[in-house]
Each structure stands twice: as structure tokens, then as C-alpha cells.
């Protein structure tokens, strides 16, 4: 992604809430909070610059792709499109093709049960998949009544370990975290009301002086 299309794409994402923000809006992400949440989608934050991690995520996305493939024999697909539903939207890193179909969409049209969720960290996942990272892919799923699965597919840096997940679709969950993120959009995003800071650098963002 080029400079242009990573700064159209950031802007776009300021229309909703995405996968990898509901953890966060949830108060259970290590990474962000509902105040980051909401200083960046009310344009209160400067501009997020790629880090060097943020980097080498996006080069090894492409890797554990293919470690998912030779694992488990299925081709999967890229799918670029950004889906919208009301104040929720999110990108899937992947599509799994269907057994016996040559693609996973056609014309932005998804025609898979399974997407592909692609992590790379230096933790060990002892109890599966952690809950900040199965909100995101219940939110994806949520996204596309068609799809029925999500495999996570994790490349731990640190023991050179890579596994995979199933995590499967539960329209319950997936009400709740709908709910609760437009109950959280009219609240802190339509009618600009500053979340309750959760930490020390929270209070340092929205009050600095």
C-alpha cells in the first residue's frame, strides 16, 4: 500500500468502527482504548505513522498465507474490499476457496463460509485464540451472513511456532458486539461525549497541560 492509499484507507476508516477497534471500545485490547478510539475518529489524534512492526506485520501477512495453505491445502484469495454496515465496517485479509470452486469472490461479490485471518506476535497462545483477536473476527463475520468461519492462522516470532484456529460463528456474540458498538458510536462519535479514560495516558492525551 502505497502512501496515497494507505492515507485514503485511514480516512475511510474514520466512517466506522473496524475489527481490530471493538476490542478496544470493548476495554479489551492491549494496544488501544476507547479514548485512542475516539480521539482517532474524531480527528483529534495526529496522522498514525507505519512503524517498523506495523511493517513487518504487513510483509509476513503474505507468509502466514502461504503457511496456511501448505498446512491445510486450501487456496485463499485476497479480498481488498472495505465492507460497510451502518457505523461497521471492516477488511478480511483473506478468503479460503471453497473445495472445487476456482475463487472466493467475484465482482466484491464473497462467495465462501471461511475467511482467513492472518497474526504474527511473541506470545504464546496457551488458551487459543486471545479475546481481542476473537472479537475482530466475530466482527468480520457479523459483516457477511455467508460466512460461517474464521481461521486465524498465528506465526509466534519469538519460538518460531505457527499454528491455526478455528473460530466459529455465533450470531448471539455477534448481536452483542453490534449493539454494544453503535450503543458506543451514538454515544462517544454522533454525540461527542469523551469516553471514560481507562489509564494514566488516556488522561494525558485528553488533558495534557
Not at 190 to 196: M, R
Request: glycine letters at 6%; hydrophobic letters at 35%.
Amino acid at each position: 500500500m502505497n502512501p496515497e492509499e494507505r492515507k485514503a484507507w485511514l480516512e475511510e476508516r474514520k466512517s466506522g468502527i473496524g475489527g481490530s477497534e471493538v476490542a478496544a471500545i470493548l476495554g479489551l485490547s492491549p494496544w488501544a482504548t476507547p479514548v485512542t478510539v475516539w480521539l482517532d475518529k474524531t480527528g483529534r489524534s495526529a496522522p498514525k505513522e507505519e512503524n517498523e512492526a506495523m511493517r513487518i506485520g504487513t510483509e509476513l501477512e503474505d507468509f502466514v498465507a502461504r503457511r496456511y495453505s501448505q498446512e491445510t491445502g486450501n487456496t485463499v484469495q485476497r479480498f481488498t474490499k472495505m465492507i460497510h454496515k451502518g457505523c461497521m465496517l471492516g477488511n478480511f485479509d483473506r478468503l479460503v476457496v471453497p473445495h472445487g470452486a476456482k475463487v472466493a469472490s467475484h465482482m466484491g461479490e464473497i462467495r465462501t463460509d471461511t475467511l482467513l485471518e492472518c497474526k504474527t506476535g511473541s506470545k504464546e497462545w496457551d488458551d487459543g485464540v486471545p479475546l481481542y483477536y476473537q472479537t475482530q473476527v466475530l466482527w468480520y463475520l457479523g459483516l457477511e451472513p455467508k460466512l460461517l468461519h474464521a481461521d486465524v492462522a498465528y506465526l509466534n516470532l519469538n519460538y518460531k511456532h505457527f499454528e491455526i484456529h478455528r473460530v466459529e460463528r455465533d450470531d448471539e456474540v455477534i448481536k452483542t458486539l453490534q449493539e454494544r458498538a453503535q450503543e458506543w458510536w451514538v454515544e462517544h462519535i454522533v454525540n461527542d461525549k469523551i469516553p471514560e479514560p481507562m489509564n494514566e495516558v488516556d488522561c494525558k492525551l485528553l488533558w495534557a497541560k
